[in-house]
C-alpha cells in the first residue's frame, strides 16, 4: 500500500514540528551541552545494559547497573586526563617555555620579510610586556569567556545528571496503553537518541581518521626529515579530542601544530600550514560522506545544512546540523517524500 502523503508547505511544517519543537528551543538557549552530554550518557548507559544483560541474563537492574558502569568509566577518564596534564605541565617548566619562545621570535625574525618581522617582539621582554598589554585590554572578554567555559562544564554535568536519571525511569520498551500524546513523545526521543547515536559514532570514526592523518605527519614525516616537534604525543591527544567537534575542533589542533612549527624554521611551518590544510578541508567531506551515508543524504545536503546552521546559531548549529538533518531525512523519508 502507497504510504506517501501529498507534500504541500503546510504539511512540511506539520512534519517537522517535533524536530523544531526540541531544536529551537535548544539552540536559542544555547542548551546544546545539555541535551548532548545527556544523550551520550542515556546512549551509553543502555548500551553498557544491554551488553551486562546478554552476559548475565538474571541480573537484576541491568539499567542501573549499565549507569554506574559508565559514570565510573567517565570519572576515570576525567582523572586520567587530569593526570596526564599535570604530568605534561610539570614537563613545561617556565624556563623552557621562555627557550621555546625565544627561539621562535629569533626564528620568526630571521624568516621573515623586514616589513613583516618589525611587528614581531624582538624579545621574550617585549613578548611578555606586549602579552600583558593585550590581556588586560580583553579583561572584560575573557572574563566573559571564563564564565562561559564554567557554564558549559555546569551544563555538561547537568546533561550527565538528566541522561542518569532518564537511564532509571524512562522503560526501554514503551508500556502498552500508553495515551497519543505519550506514544508521540516517546516517538520523538528514539528518533533523537538514533539520530545522536548514528551522527556521534560516525563523528568519532572522523575524528579517528583526522588523528591518523596527523600522527603521520607528527610521527613519521618530520622525524624521517630529522625535524621533529616536540610534544607530538600531547598534539595527538589533542587532535583526537578536538576532532570530537565537527570542522571546528580541527581548527584548534591544527593551530597549536603551526605555533610549534614555528619554532623549527618557516619551511616545515609553510608545510604544516599545507598538510593541515588539506586534512580541515578533507574533514567538510568526510563529515558530509560517512555522515551522510549513516542517514541517507548526499553529501552536498549535508554541508549545505552544516553552513546554513552555522550562519543561524553559530558552533552549537554547526555542532548540531547532523543531527538535525537526521531528523529531517528519517521525516521525509517516513512520509514517502524522499
Known sequence: M???????????????????????????????????????????????????????????????????????????????????????ADGLAIGSLSEKAAAVLEQLHTTLPAGAAEYVPASVANLKESSVHVLKSHALALQTAGAHTLRAIGYALAGVIIGGIAVLQVPTVPPAGARPLAQILRGGFDELLRSFTDVFFAQIRIA????????????????????????TDSLVLLTFLAGLIPVVGNLVSNSFIVV??????????????????????????LNAHIIGHKIKAAAWELLIAMLVMEAAFGLAGLVSAPVVYAQIKRVMADKGWV
Open 2 to 88: 502507497d504510504k506517501t502523503e501529498k507534500f504541500s508547505f503546510g504539511t512540511f511544517l506539520a512534519a517537522l514540528g517535533g524536530v523544531l519543537a526540541v531544536w529551537l528551543p535548544v539552540l536559542l538557549l544555547h542548551l546544546t551541552v545539555v541535551l548532548f552530554s545527556a544523550l551520550i550518557t542515556y546512549a551509553a548507559a543502555r548500551a553498557a545494559a544491554s551488553w551486562l544483560s546478554r552476559r548475565r541474563p538474571d541480573m537484576p537492574r541491568a539499567a542501573l547497573w549499565g549507569l554506574l558502569l559508565v559514570l565510573v568509566l567517565m570519572a576515570a577518564a576525567a582523572g586520567l586526563l587530569g593526570f596526564w596534564l599535570e604530568h605534561r
Open 208 to 231: 579517528a581518521i583526522n588523528t591518523a592523518l596527523t600522527s603521520v605527519y607528527l610521527l613519521v614525516i618530520l622525524p624521517l626529515m630529522g625535524r621533529p616537534l616536540p610534544m
Open 260 to 285: 610549534l612549527s614555528l619554532g623549527d624554521s618557516m619551511g616545515i611551518t609553510l608545510l604544516s600550514l599545507a598538510w593541515l590544510i588539506g586534512i580541515h578541508k578533507l574533514e567538510y567531506f
